[in-house]
């Protein structure tokens, strides 16, 4: 997929990429049921982890090297809360808005930016807590 046909048209307004997210279904904003249940397993797999990583820690008398691996993965599990709790309910609200208004030809709505800057976010979000994970997984990896 080329960068061009991904990230719209360079002189696309930025309300107008909301629109075709809805009309392609892009996303797990389309499918609300899967991405609750992906964002609840995501959630309770990032405590499991931070519960076990502050066991770790407390049994080992807390050496230092373990804190980067504890804090990256409390930043994995607050990314993921934050898009679940609070990002995701917004951005359905805001497609909702999108659905029931209808700007002139061409223009672009409040909702139609509102949408956008919540997807972006939620993109933002995923990529942060998939990156936290991962420098986790290495925090731990080079400890041993």
């Known amino acids: ?35 609750r249940r992906d964002y609840a397993i995501g959630a309770g797999l990032g405590s499991l982890a931070l519960l076990a990583l502050l ?11 373990g804190w980067l691996s504890l804090l990256l993965v ?27 208004s209808a700007p002139a030809a061409g223009a672009v709505s409040t909702e139609s930016l509102a949408f956008t800057r919540l997807h972006r976010l939620s993109s933002l979000l995923n990529g942060v807590s998939m990156v936290a994970g991962v420098l986790g997984l290495v925090a731990v990896g080079i400890r041993r």
């Open 1 to 35: 997929m080329s960068a061009r046909r991904r990230y719209g048209k360079p002189d696309e307004a930025p309300g107008r990429r909301g629109d075709r997210l809805l009309a392609r279904g892009d996303g797990l904003l389309r499918r609300g049921g899967r991405a």
């Open 55 to 65: 066991a770790r820690l407390l049994l080992r008398d807390g050496r230092a090297g």
């Open 74 to 100: 409390a930043v994995m599990l607050a990314s993921t809360l934050y898009a679940w709790l609070v990002v995701l309910p917004a951005a359905h609200a805001a497609r909702e808005a999108l659905g029931q």
